[in-house]
């Protein structure tokens, strides 16, 4: 076990207590108790601790907790994050840091602000900003990194999540990577190139190499091959075609699309490989004394320090990519000291410098993908080499290792042929890089699921042909890229092999992916999930490294082992059966769960009926599909919640913030029915979802207006469009369901009823009431997000709501709900839920009560204000 372990758990259980979102996994502070509990039982196991290890544990425990904090109070004061003003335009003055990033119908720009200026005043300030421009026709040559320019009538943001459970911390991701805040502009106009500001010699000398060796890559490599080059070994994916980037994605090759320490360990190993032989054989020659005494070895760990800072300087300050660096220098170091067989020391070390410096890297997917993975292949590494360390080890009946490693004894080994020989070392190459891909695969599992919801099945297998293969192309691309800089011969020389591996790197992960369930989705299974996997985790490496002999000679210990075996089966049969089903162990309820989701600008609606059925009511949408609301937010949502099939799925009309996000979730989910209430209309995105839906073999259901559709005790009716109002607006009407068609449903539950609105306006309203439809009821989901042209007195008087909800965006342009509507319902009373205040929210009730609750504060109860959370009653909307 490593030495340093049980001190870095008990710093990690401190850390994770600091985190809201960690503390109160499954239950408040349970996870930081069973980490730093593991590392305290680990010293009270170790006969005669001093006291000092004892103070030494209790003291890292506390600077995990404290340490988020102290890195809060050490931001300055003329931070930019102190500074922002959301509601007005400011002009910024700063440094691009990286050269701009061109994306579809948008490009993005990383900003080092100097100096920000509104209407009042000019402030110098500090932090780091990421500005979007929706005019992707500005020439992207004409902007590069390193360059001072002033951007105008830029309205900042502070960034915010999307408060649903299970959204996507994008606070988080960013500010592990030093962005203070987020900001857009429209206009050419606003950006004004100042100059370029005078730089540090290194930070010039570093931006020039970077766009010296990018500009002899586009000169080479053009297309799909240039792109892809960008991409894996600059980590610039914006260039690569989404059905590429889908490919990499299906094949757990992503990896390789971002600088993390896999590519820096390419560029080490193949320094390695390189300044070996020359180190060797000239200490040989001239110094054998040192080359005996195995000098060589530090000096090449040595040399290799240089390529590694070079690829660093390559890649620009990414914070990924410096604390990929970082943990390949610490292992670098760690030959140079005599530590190379304390890895796992090693690792601890690095992870422990890491998350103090940036304690919110801990947050950060990829943080715990690169140190688990790194974590499971020292794991497997390191028992590889002690095979044929360890003389006892090859005593009596082999452990299961060896003989998949397929390792024979020295002396079985020496009767070998020389081509004998090169098939077992291939044979064992390869049963070891499988063994390494199992143990990657297996220790960043439970990540990939509660991250992504997306696992590739057929990952672990072609990792195993396009690692190796990428262990050659960067370090090749990296010489070539140099070379041609300054010999364009040698260049063009090197460019024949990396087209021929560029070209694999093309067609091979998209023919892989092309596979049936090459991928799956899957919903997050419970968090009780992560003990049970853990339990087999840990329990089958201890029972794979129990040697044979061993065990056969303690009955006891025989026994023991029968027990976990038997333990471990059924346990790994549950933690299947949880990935698959993660509502396996869920008892039926006879409630009604009603969740508004905060998806921005736009509607969704998601509905859990008391007989486990579930039914989807518009995915939002943003504009120009700048972000995928129905896979990024509606679907980690639903995945939260354990869901993998919607039984129901509608759109109540086809606008772009209500029915986008439901054409993602038809490529994610099964849907089982499709509510159609548009059969007399024509819309070309209404029809072509219904198409691809019935694609995949769901039912079309036709609502009837004023024909209920019974879904267990619940009663579903569409009110509207009917018949006579399609006549009247059928003049005027384009082939368009538009706001005014939207389809209007009620929901019944028992004595519970709520009014589902879509976007219908003032005229819809009105006719409404006035053919005496079935209005009234306890809950109303806002017209038209709150627009002052829905919402009439007229309208709200006939449902007599106890409680409205608004579903919009943060201060949207349109100021969804407007000011008026809100007085409007105080004014009659009725209690107010906003998405774009409280986040999300969730209605449960068994027909006779009901409880409210919003994702901002889940514990408030009745009596607070309509910001909060209240818990109410009804009698039947009386």
């Known amino acids: 076990m490593s030495a340093l372990l049980p001190f870095f758990l008990s710093y990690l259980g401190g850390l994770l207590a600091a985190f809201p979102k960690s503390a109160h996994f499954l239950w408040p502070y ?55 003003d959301e509601s007005r335009r400011s002009t910024l003055v700063g440094i691009l840091v990286d050269p701009p990033e061109r994306l579809e119908h948008k490009m993005r720009f990383l900003v080092e602000v100097l100096e920000l200026k509104t209407k009042e005043q000019r402030k110098k300030v500090s932090g780091r900003v990421r500005l979007t421009h929706y005019h992707p026709e500005l020439i992207e040559n004409s902007l590069q990194a390193g360059d001072l320019v002033r951007f105008s009538r830029v309205r900042l943001k502070h960034p915010r999540n999307f408060k649903n459970p299970g959204a996507f911390d994008y606070r988080s991701y960013l500010k592990v990577r030093g962005i203070a805040a987020n900001g857009s502009l429209s206009k050419n106009s606003s950006i004004e190139t100042l100059g370029t500001r005078p730089q540090p010699f290194y930070k010039s000398l570093q931006t020039s190499l970077h766009g010296g060796l990018l500009k002899t890559l586009e000169a080479e490599y053009s297309g799909e091959q240039g792109a892809l080059l960008k991409a894996m070994v600059f980590g610039q994916k914006s260039h690569l075609s989404d059905a590429l980037k889908e490919a990499y994605i299906a094949t757990g090759l992503s990896h390789l699309m971002a600088v993390s320490g896999l590519h820096v360990g390419f560029v080490a190993w193949a320094a390695f490989i390189i300044f070996w032989p020359v180190t060797f054989y000239s200490l040989l020659k001239f110094r054998p004394e040192w080359a005996q005494s195995g000098a060589a070895r530090k000096i090449v760990a040595a040399l290799c320090i240089l390529p590694v800072l070079f690829y660093l300087a390559l890649v620009l300050p990414k914070i990924t990519a410096l604390r990929a660096g970082f943990m390949v220098l610490v292992f670098l170091f760690a030959i140079l000291v005599n530590r190379e067989r304390d890895l796992f020391n090693i690792l601890l070390i690095a992870a422990f410098l890491i998350l103090t410096w940036n304690p919110q890297a801990m947050l950060d997917v990829s943080f715990q993908l690169s140190f688990s993975a790194m974590a499971g292949i020292i794991f497997v590494m390191s028992h590889i080499a002690r095979l044929e360390d360890d003389p006892i080890d090859r005593m ?87 070379l041609g800089s300054v010999f364009p011969a040698l260049g063009w020389l090197l460019s024949f092999p990396l087209h021929f591996l560029l070209e694999c790197f093309l067609t091979l992960p998209q023919f892989f992916a092309s596979f049936p369930y090459a991928s799956v989705y899957l919903p997050s299974p419970p968090h009780a999930w992560i003990l049970l996997y853990a339990f087999v985790l840990l329990g089958g490496i201890w029972l794979a490294l129990q040697k044979p002999a061993t065990v056969k000679q303690t009955p006891r210990k025989f026994q023991s082992v029968i027990l976990i075996k038997a333990s471990l ?24 769960q009603i969740s508004i989701l905060d ?17 989807i009511l518009d995915g939002g949408g943003f504009y120009k599909n700048s972000l995928d609301v129905g896979k990024m937010v509606v679907a980690s949502f639903l995945w939260n919640r354990g869901v993998s099939h919607i039984d129901y799925m509608a759109a109540t009309h086809s606008d772009q913030d209500h029915i986008s996000g439901l054409e993602s979730l038809v490529d994610l989910f099964s849907i089982g029915h499709f509510l159609d209430g548009f059969s007399n209309l024509t819309d070309s995105r209404i029809d072509r979802l219904k198409q691809k839906t019935l694609s995949k073999k769901s039912v079309l259901v036709p609502l009837i207006p004023g024909v209920p559709l019974n879904i267990g005790e619940v009663r579903l009716t569409a009110l509207h469009p009917g018949p006579e109002f399609i006549l009247q ?86 100021r969804h709900p407007h000011p008026e509507v809100i007085e409007r319902y105080k004014s009659v009373g009725t209690k107010i839920w906003r998405t774009d205040l409280n986040g999300s929210i969730h209605i449960t009730t068994d027909g006779i009560r009901h409880r409210v609750r919003s994702f901002s504060n889940p514990s408030t109860r009745e009596g607070k204000t309509g910001l909060t959370i209240a818990s109410l009653t009804h009698q039947g909307g009386k």
């Open 30 to 84: 349970l996870l930081p108790a069973l980490v730093a509990g593991s590392g305290w039982v680990m010293v009270a196991g170790r006969k005669k601790q001093p006291l000092r290890n004892w103070v030494f544990l209790a003291l890292l425990l506390l600077v995990g907790y404290f340490s988020p904090t102290v890195s809060e109070f050490s931001r300055s004061q003329n931070n930019l994050l102190n500074h922002i």
């Open 599 to 615: 998806v921005g600008q736009g509607e969704s609606i998601f509905i859990e009926f008391p007989n486990q059925e579930t039914m």
């Open 729 to 814: 607006t059928i003049s005027h009407r384009k082939n368009k369901v538009d706001n005014e068609l939207s389809l209007v449903l009620r929901l019944e539950y028992r004595e519970f009823s709520m009014l589902l609105t879509g976007d219908i306006g003032k005229s819809t309203e009105e006719y409404l009431v006035e053919r005496d439809f079935a209005l009234k009821a306890n809950f109303l989901k806002s017209p038209h997000h709150g627009s002052r042209f829905s919402n009439s007195l007229s309208f709200i008087s006939a449902v007599n709501p106890q409680a409205v909800i608004f579903s919009s965006g943060y201060l949207n342009r349109m």
């Open 396 to 482: 009596g009946e082999q452990p299961w290792y060896r003989r998949f490693l397929m390792s024979l004894p020295f002396e079985e080994l020496q009767q070998l042929s020389s081509p004998q020989k090169w098939l077992q070392s291939l044979k064992k190459y390869f049963a070891a890089s499988l063994l390494v891909s199992l143990a990657v695969y297996v220790s960043t599992l439970p990540f990939l699921i509660f991250h992504f919801n997306r696992v590739s099945l057929i990952g672990l297998f072609i990792n195993l042909i396009m690692i190796p293969l990428a262990s050659i192309l960067i370090p090749l691309a990296l010489v070539a890229l140099c």
């Open 569 to 592: 089966i059924f346990a790994s049969l549950g933690v299947l059966a949880l990935m698959i089903w993660p509502r396996l162990l869920e008892q039926p309820r006879e409630q009604l």
